[in-house]
């Protein structure tokens, strides 16, 4: 059951309550990708969030909270400081944000910033962008909620250039640059992939994937993480390909996923994880391996240091 071309990743716990119920400090993410690294993943990623509340934020995926949940916040430690920190103590696993929300940041910043961890890792820097998904850390942090995916399309007119080399003149309604560069260049001189995530996405995220992304990543951690899930996406992203003149085979396709380790479970049968012994998880994984896919990233649970240890028994088999 060889990886082949395929790749597996690991996420990084870095919100609170993430680490077995405790909250990781600057120490405990780095021991964390090191060991990663160490036992062979080929990857660690982190997303972008800043604040979130799910009584607020239920809504947008159809869940209703009960009031007992009203003012249950959850914090995190921000994005791109943690990613040049991760090119710092690292040496060959790439490293990924999954995703960072344009809305958080000038895009033509958030380009110079990529480019700048893409030098520092020595080209090892995935650029993973999204439109933004929790409504309350945008209320929270005074960033605008509506028309987001307008904002997001601008910005890739922005961004995608820049990381290429190009100098960019754009007149936009949320965004405007005059002759903007990158100067130096750091990384590779073609940039980064851009990586597009969605959790739901609709047709004209779809779209935005088949004619500005490099690589897809399909969000199913806490949400399904079955790959009759995956192969339903993919479909979706296929017909997106097709109708906007993309091959789909260009298209490079993660999936981020929930693997539970023996022992360790805290999801519903509402939220189905890869999980059971070693073997099931190996034999489960096994099967993702030989799907129309290139990159999987596991969070584990629990996402410590002995969750890579474990985890680690995985990847041998694997192999």
């Keep these: ?60 995926y159809n869940t209703k909270f009960s009031e007992d949940w009203k003012g249950y916040r959850t914090g995190y430690w921000e994005c791109w400081t943690l990613l040049a920190a991760f090119a710092a103590v690292t040496e060959r696993v790439e490293i990924g944000s999954l995703v960072s929300n344009t809305g958080f940041r000038n895009p033509g ?32 942090f005074g960033y605008p909620w509506e028309r987001r995916i307008s904002r997001f399309e601008e910005a890739l007119q922005i961004i995608r250039p820049l990381m290429r080399g190009e100098e960019v003149t754009f007149d936009g309604e949320f965004y405007r640059t005059h002759e903007a560069k990158l100067v130096p260049k750091g990384g590779r001189p073609e940039g980064p992939p851009i990586l597009i995530g969605m959790l739901m ?45 993309r091959d789909p085979a260009t298209l490079g396709k993660n999936v981020s996923v929930s693997v539970c380790l023996p022992g360790h479970s805290v999801y519903t049968e509402d939220s189905p994880v890869i999980g059971g012994s070693i073997d099931e998880i190996v034999d489960n994984l096994g099967a993702w391996l030989e799907a129309d896919l290139d990159h999987i990233n596991a969070w584990l649970e629990p996402s410590t240091l002995e969750g890579i240890e474990g985890f680690s028994r995985v990847l041998e088999q694997l192999r």
């Design 109 to 140: 910043l958030l380009a110079r910033m990529a480019d700048n961890v893409d030098e520092l890792s020595k080209g090892r820097v995935v650029l993973g962008l999204g439109a933004g998904d929790y409504p309350s850390e945008h209320l929270f």
């Design 201 to 245: 996405g609709g047709p004209r995220m779809s779209r935005l994937v088949a004619q500005y992304a490099d690589v897809w990543n399909c969000w199913l951690h806490q949400v399904d993480s079955r790959l009759i899930r995956y192969e339903e996406a993919r479909e979706r992203i296929v017909a997106a390909c097709e109708k906007h003149g």
């Design 1 to 60: 059951m060889p990886f082949a071309n395929r790749k597996i990743g690991l996420g990084v716990p870095h919100w609170e309550r993430s680490a077995a119920r405790g909250t990781p400090r600057g120490t405990d993410m780095m021991r964390f990708v090191k060991a990663a690294e160490e036992v062979g993943a080929d990857s660690v990623w982190v997303t972008d969030h800043l604040l979130g509340e799910p009584y607020i934020d239920g809504p947008s």
